[in-house]
């Protein structure tokens, strides 16, 4: 019956409690490190903080009904999940595919700490991703990728990845499990930063995995157990908290990038924009197939570091900040963090704001 449901309604419906009477609508935190151990030392559900909580459970229940995925497991950080995946995967004398135009500390811990291990790491930009997969034993993909925006073929690097027998892990921070679903497009796991416009309010790092295969997922679950990255039950709770207006914030976000594209593509203060949406965009074909929307993101260049600092400067909704998915609408100069752009490219986080206003404070602040 889920998939009747619109991401609103999908979104509220993850997050409710059991409608039991006299029992809260929405179930409060757990904030225990310790539980009660039953006499004759039969296993409970709950024992000890670092193995389990009953605000994970609810939050992973419902993060594992939007991703479309039998079992959801949360961590500490969007990273923490995506290194406990690659330690479980990455073994010595694996070929591992990453990303090289994506997100940057993923490139930076496969070199650092996979590739000393015995694993070879290849980057590969997302174009190439899927003639990549041809010979390689996990791949990463994150689509649309971050910062640029290309987007991935994910049907067909699944079926690559099918014929290889590698296993395909794809980061869906970008898109969301609002955005599109890769698990139903044939991907293995899905690692995503719940930081983002999941949450939504640039108060919290939070991050997970989602599947559908037991054993894989037992044994990320087994990986978060001895390392130890989880997610505090408080965090949880505001996470779980966030998820009801998930699908309310998304659409406005994907309504106000799409606006502001429309908008800069055509400004001559701007040298070129980038957003899967655009009819013209280079991966709008492939983006209209798998996604649903196509997320709060836009990419911009402009002459120069300068006119973005200027940019922010002129405006009065704008701000500058890192990471993306929050209400207010910012700006990055990601060649700040030395990814491999031009000075003048920076990625606009759009945020909730009416959407006539965002235009018309981008319109003063560009002329």
Same mark, same amino acid.
């Given at each position: 019956?889920?998939?009747?449901?619109?991401?609103?309604?999908?979104?509220?419906?993850?997050?409710?409690?059991?409608?039991?009477?006299?029992?809260?609508?929405?179930?409060?935190?757990?904030?225990?490190?310790?539980?009660?151990?039953?006499?004759?030392?039969?296993?409970?559900?709950?024992?000890?903080?670092?193995?389990?909580?009953?605000?994970?459970?609810?939050?992973?229940?419902?993060?594992?009904?939007?991703?479309?995925?039998?079992?959801?497991?949360?961590?500490?950080?969007?990273?923490?999940?995506?290194?406990?995946?690659?330690?479980?995967?990455?073994?010595?004398?694996?070929?591992?595919? /990453?990303?090289?135009?994506?997100?940057?500390?993923?490139?930076?811990?496969?070199?650092?700490?996979?590739?000393?291990?015995?694993?070879?790491?290849?980057?590969?930009?997302?174009?190439?991703?899927? #003639?990549?997969? #041809?010979?390689?034993?996990?791949?990463?993909?994150?689509?649309?990728?971050?910062?640029?925006?290309?987007?991935?073929?994910?049907?067909? +690097?699944?079926?690559?990845?099918?014929?290889?027998?590698?296993?395909?892990?794809?980061?869906?921070?970008?898109?969301?499990?609002?955005?599109?679903?890769? +698990?139903?497009?044939?991907? $293995?796991?899905? /690692?995503?930063?719940?930081?983002?416009?999941?949450?939504?309010?640039?108060?919290?790092?939070?991050?997970?995995?989602?599947?559908?295969?037991?054993?894989?997922?037992?044994?990320?679950?087994?990986?978060?157990?001895?390392?130890?990255?989880?997610?505090?039950?408080?965090?949880?709770?505001?996470?779980?908290?966030?998820?009801?207006?998930?699908?309310?914030?998304?659409?406005?976000?994907?309504?106000?990038?799409?606006?502001?594209? /429309?908008?800069?593509?055509?400004?001559?203060?701007?040298?070129?924009?980038?957003?899967?949406?655009?009819?013209?965009?280079?991966?709008?074909?492939?983006?209209?197939?798998?996604?649903?929307?196509?997320?709060?993101?836009?990419?911009?260049?402009?002459?120069?570091?300068?006119?973005?600092?200027?940019?922010?400067?002129?405006?009065?909704?704008?701000?500058?900040?890192?990471?993306?998915?929050?209400?207010?609408?910012?700006?990055?100069?990601?060649?700040?963090?030395?990814?491999?752009?031009?000075?003048?490219?920076?990625?606009?986080?759009?945020?909730?704001? $009416?959407?006539?206003?965002?235009?018309?404070?981008?319109?003063?602040?560009?002329?």
């Amino acid at each position: 019956m889920d998939g009747l449901y619109g991401d609103s309604t999908r979104s509220v419906k993850a997050v409710g409690s059991d409608p039991v009477s006299g029992s809260p609508v929405v179930s409060p935190p757990v904030l225990a490190s310790t539980f009660h151990l039953s006499p004759d030392e039969a296993e409970p559900s709950d024992k000890y903080g670092r193995y389990s909580n009953p605000t994970w459970r609810q939050l992973e229940s419902a993060l594992a009904e939007l991703e479309g995925a039998a079992t959801a497991l949360t961590f500490g950080s969007g990273m923490a999940a995506i290194t406990a995946v690659l330690r479980v995967l990455a073994k010595p004398g694996t070929k591992l595919v /990453v990303p090289a135009d994506g997100y940057n500390q993923v490139r930076s811990y496969a070199r650092e700490y996979l590739a000393p291990l015995g694993v070879t790491v290849v980057e590969v930009a997302c174009a190439a991703m899927c #003639a990549a997969a #041809a010979d390689a034993d996990v791949v990463l993909a994150e689509t649309p990728v971050n910062p640029g925006l290309d987007v991935v073929d994910l049907h067909r +690097l699944a079926m690559d990845c099918r014929r290889r027998g590698s296993t395909l892990v794809v980061d869906n921070t970008t898109a969301t499990p609002l955005g599109q679903q890769p +698990l139903s497009l044939g991907a $293995d796991l899905v /690692v995503a930063s719940a930081t983002k416009s999941l949450s939504g309010h640039s108060d919290l790092i939070a991050g997970y995995v989602a599947g559908s295969h037991p054993e894989l997922m037992a044994a990320v679950e087994q990986e978060r157990l001895l390392a130890g990255p989880i997610l505090g039950p408080f965090e949880a709770w505001l996470v779980l908290r966030s998820l009801g207006s998930a699908g309310l914030r998304f659409e406005r976000q994907c309504h106000n990038a799409q606006a502001l594209a /429309v908008m800069l593509r055509t400004h001559p203060a701007v040298r070129s924009v980038r957003y899967p949406g655009l009819p013209d965009d280079p991966s709008h074909q492939i983006a209209a197939l798998q996604m649903k929307r196509f997320g709060g993101l836009v990419a911009i260049e402009l002459d120069s570091a300068q006119a973005v600092h200027s940019l922010v400067e002129r405006s009065a909704l704008l701000i500058s900040s890192t990471s993306f998915g929050g209400i207010h609408t910012s700006l990055d100069r990601r060649a700040r963090w030395s990814d491999p752009v031009a000075d003048g490219f920076a990625r606009i986080s759009l945020g909730i704001e $009416d959407t006539d206003d965002l235009i018309s404070d981008f319109e003063q602040a560009l002329s």
